[in-house]
């Protein structure tokens, strides 16, 4: 209420006041895919479609995101990721990014840089992000980056946006996808990272591709797979910092390794909130199944977080007899990617063990000494011991 005696005072009962009333946030943060469509296109892409009409007009209008984006705040989120495609390439970036920041969202953009103005950046050194900008890179040289990216012209344009972004002292950081292309220059690439002032510490990779997530194109699942570098390629590339590496996947295989039965979403999915470009919320980044997603345009975030997302975790069990035979006994879940979003990907179903991610972990843990050559990870019984002992 406001002083009657003071027209610059407003005396407001605190024990009302929404900043002090006890709310138990349910939402960490949000992800919000912008558009599926994208600038480049990318050999080893699990998502991008081309820029045309029919995936634009399916996206959410402003009035839905903005609603999506106060309710998410409203639920306790600190930050909310625009990403894509390319996020940059939805029409009203701008207000969707000044609407989240004076909602008081920390906004991570994901981008590959390529639609930096000297105004977007301009905007961004004035309004900041409040966290460093992830910018991917898909190679050093005009033709590494384009023999991914398939768009001539990219990489000079990649380049000027992250010199947009170095002039106007916008904090970002690198990482970069590891390619045919562009396999030779691991090194130059993180001698360039450490260049850049807001990096602490060396680029990430991304290298074990997934399918495409809609499963919306053989020839591209073809493509994808033929770029897969090999379990032992991966594995040589996880040891490059060695002594960090190994204590890090140590500790994790204390805590978090071990034989999960039948529960299929053992993850971390369904705990915060991923929208996809057309509304429908999926319980990670990468589960598109028709019957795990809610759709938002119909119903709330809190319902699909408090409801919807903790009967999936709790009733979505395997009833694949290879899964249950394996992945369900298996030791190394965790440590594997294997999960339901990556068997859909593959394979239509749930509960299929995918091989190529089951022929990573098997290397990753011969690396680590928790199998020796030949072991399959599904029959070792000593486990617990295994691991107590790297
Ligand atoms: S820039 Fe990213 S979203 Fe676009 S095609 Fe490449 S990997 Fe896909
Ligand atoms: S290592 Fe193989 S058996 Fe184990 S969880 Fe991964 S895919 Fe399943």
Redesign the pocket.
């Known amino acids: 209420m406001r002083d009657a005696d003071s027209p610059y005072v407003a005396k407001v009962n605190v024990a009302r006041h929404r900043v002090f009333q006890k709310r138990t946030p349910v939402l960490g943060s949000l992800d919000l895919e912008l558009t599926e469509r ?1 600038n ?3 050999i ?2 699990f ?2 479609l081309l820029e045309d009409d029919a995936a634009r007009q399916r996206e959410l209008v402003t009035t839905d995101t903005q609603r999506i984006l106060e309710e998410a705040a409203a639920l306790g989120a600190l930050t909310v990721r625009f990403t ?3 996020p940059l390439l939805r029409e009203n970036f701008i207000e969707l990014y000044l609407f989240a920041r004076r909602l008081g969202l920390k906004v991570l953009l994901f981008t ?1 840089a390529r639609l930096i103005t000297p105004e977007l950046a301009d905007l961004f050194a004035r309004i900041p992000p409040l966290e460093k900008i992830e910018v ?1 890179v898909y190679g050093m040289k005009p033709q590494s980056y384009e023999a991914v ?1 398939r768009v001539p012209g990219s990489y000079e344009e990649f380049r000027r946006g992250v010199g947009l972004l170095l002039e106007r002292k916008i904090p970002f950081v690198v990482k970069g ?1 590891l390619l045919p292309p562009n396999s030779e220059e691991i090194d130059s690439f993180e001698i360039w990272a450490a260049t850049l002032p807001a990096m602490e510490s060396p680029p990430a990779f991304s290298m074990f591709f997934d399918l495409r997530g809609r499963r919306d194109s053989a020839s591209k699942n073809r493509l994808i797979e033929s770029v897969r570098m090999t379990p032992d390629e991966g594995v040589a590339i996880l040891r490059r910092h060695g002594h960090s590496y190994l204590k890090e996947t140590r500790e994790f295989c204390r805590k978090f390794t071990g034989p999960p039965g039948d529960q299929l979403f053992f993850c971390g999915a369904g705990h915060n909130a991923c929208v996809d470009a057309y509304g429908m919320l999926q319980p990670c980044l990468l589960m598109r199944h028709p019957d795990m997603v809610y759709d938002l345009t119909r119903g709330s975030l809190k319902i699909a977080l408090t409801s919807f997302f903790p009967r999936l975790r709790e009733e979505v069990r395997a009833t694949n007899s290879d899964y249950l035979a394996r992945c369900a006994l298996c030791f190394l879940a965790g440590l594997c990617e294997q999960c339901p979003a990556k068997s859909w990907a593959e394979h239509g179903t749930l509960d299929t063990p995918v091989e190529y991610l089951c022929r990573v972990a098997h290397a990753q843990a011969r690396d680590l000494g928790l199998l020796r050559e030949g072991e399959l990870s599904w029959e070792i019984t000593d486990w617990k011991e295994r691991i107590k002992q790297i």
């Open positions: 994208c480049n296109n990318c080893h892409c998502i991008n894509g495609g390319e590959n991917t990216s996808a």
